[in-house]
């Protein structure tokens, strides 16, 4: 009896399961608790332990040091076509490498999946020729860009004074190239600074310079590896061309230059070298590394390009390129133009 009994009851649930699929009802978990609720329990805890991941990645990995955010220099060491530094023959190495980030600047460091950067409004270039003064051969090319360009001329040799004029009649930009000391050699050129001078020797030696030179519309730095490096010996010239109304261009011959440090405690702005252009004096090297500027301009908006007025293709392959570089899109600008739009 008891068999009928349950068999009976049996069907009875059998019958009520059919009656509520026929109506659309779910039917009720085995433990009371429906299927759904399981499901979304199962779905919060994967959701959780992702969120968890990326908090643990975020506290961990933020900090981290992007390698494309700091592209590397251009090596600093040029050597001349009689074989000597046109720099100042420092390590190489020291111009790429790459400052560690910490603090407020680590912050700036893209994170994945960060909205990729708008591209830079222009796409300046700046051109400047240095070690001008030697020759009057040798500068004559580059008197003949159709662009904007700059012409640094070092003091106290023979044609010093005439390049620096002819500059100005051609309209071009002038800056004096000062010899400042470098890292591996004392023999260094006339009218040079050098570490240890006193601040009184420095604005002479600049005074001096830009009587022979002047009007300048700035400085750069000739070799200079040891005393850029110097903050005791960057103050005095930085305040001299604070005082003269004239900028200040970094070639940076060293990664560990300190005129960007000072320039910031003086509240001035400088302007600072980005690639090299004739260390290698060949078609193929100089054109590389005009294309290396160009995609750094494309990138960040800016270039300043340095070459030198003793490499033999360097003015016949920029006479040649502008006219391709502005169809590109490039914008030829002098340092002064470059600072004043910065």
């Not at 026929?22 to 433990?31: A, C, E, T």
């Not at 074989?83 to 420092?90: E, N």
């Not at 020729?129 to 860009?145: K, M, S, T, W, Y």
């Not at 640094?152 to 010899?179: C, D, I, W, Y």
Request: aromatic share 6%.
């Amino acid at each position: 009896m008891d068999k009928v009994r349950g068999k009976l009851k049996n069907i009875k649930k059998t019958q009520a399961r059919r009656r509520l699929r026929k109506r659309g009802k779910k039917l009720p978990f085995k433990g009371g608790m429906p299927g759904t609720l399981v499901v979304a329990v199962a779905i919060c805890a994967v959701i959780l332990a992702a969120g968890g991941f990326y908090v643990v990645r975020s506290v961990f990995f933020s900090g981290i040091d992007s390698p494309s955010d700091f592209p590397a220099e251009e090596p600093h060491e040029v050597t001349t076509p009689d074989g000597s530094s046109g720099t100042d023959g420092s390590d190489p190495k020291q111009a790429v490498s790459r400052p560690k980030v910490t603090g407020q600047a680590a912050k700036t460091v893209p994170q994945p999946g960060a909205a990729p950067k708008k591209p830079p409004e222009h796409k300046f270039l700046t051109l400047v020729i240095d070690d001008a003064g030697n020759n009057l051969q040798d500068l004559e090319p580059f008197l003949h860009f159709p662009g904007p360009i700059t012409i640094a001329v070092m003091p106290r040799l023979t044609n010093s004074a005439e390049t620096a004029r002819r500059v100005r009649a051609a309209g071009k930009e002038l800056f004096l190239h000062q010899p400042m000391e470098p890292l591996k050699r004392r023999n260094t050129e006339p009218g040079t600074i050098g570490v240890g001078m006193s601040p009184e020797e420095i604005r002479e030696i600049l005074t001096a310079n830009l009587n022979e030179i002047g009007p300048v519309v700035g400085i750069n730095n000739h070799e200079g590896s040891r005393a850029t490096a110097d903050p005791e010996i960057m103050r005095p010239i930085l305040e001299f061309c604070l005082n003269e109304g004239i900028y200040f261009l970094d070639s940076r011959t060293t990664a560990n230059t300190a005129a960007s440090s000072v320039a910031s405690e003086l509240g001035m702005n400088i302007i600072q070298r980005n690639v090299f252009l004739d260390n290698k004096q060949d078609r193929e090297s100089i054109l590389a590394a005009l294309e290396a500027g160009c995609r750094r301009a494309e990138r960040t908006g800016s270039a300043v390009l340095i070459g030198h007025v003793w490499s033999r293709q360097l003015a016949a392959i920029l006479i040649e390129m502008y006219p391709r570089l502005i169809e590109r899109g490039f914008v030829f600008v002098s340092v002064e133009e470059y600072l004043r739009s910065s």
